[in-house]
């Protein structure tokens, strides 16, 4: 069973994961809590071992899925916090994809929740 926090802190949405992610829950959450109240920028903090193999038809699914809600952060950034192999592949996979599918926002990968706070602050 998956457990999602999910937080806001000034302009940023955080989405904290701890046990077995689906993209379901990623979707879920994003659309009923984090339409709530958009912010620019995004930070997804999966815990150890919480993100499985998922098939790349089930992630550009979920590209798709979110594709409507990029009006909402336009020069938005997405930090991924991971803290196992399979998890940091998965999310550079992930933003590999929506790139080439043109997602307009610009992707991060951390292995601490301060870094991706300090990475988000940081415009050059």
Known sequence: ???????????????????????????????????????????????????HYFEQAEILALIEAIQPYHQYRPEGRSAFVTYDELSDEMTHHFAELAQQEGHPQEFGFFQSREEAVAWINMRG
Do not use: R
């Open 1 to 51: 069973m998956d457990q999602i926090l999910f937080t806001q802190e000034d302009n940023t949405s955080f989405f904290e994961f701890k046990g077995d992610v689906t993209l379901e829950s990623i979707l879920y959450i994003f659309v009923n809590y984090y339409m709530e109240a958009p912010t620019p920028h995004l930070v997804w903090v999966f815990s150890y071992g919480s993100i």
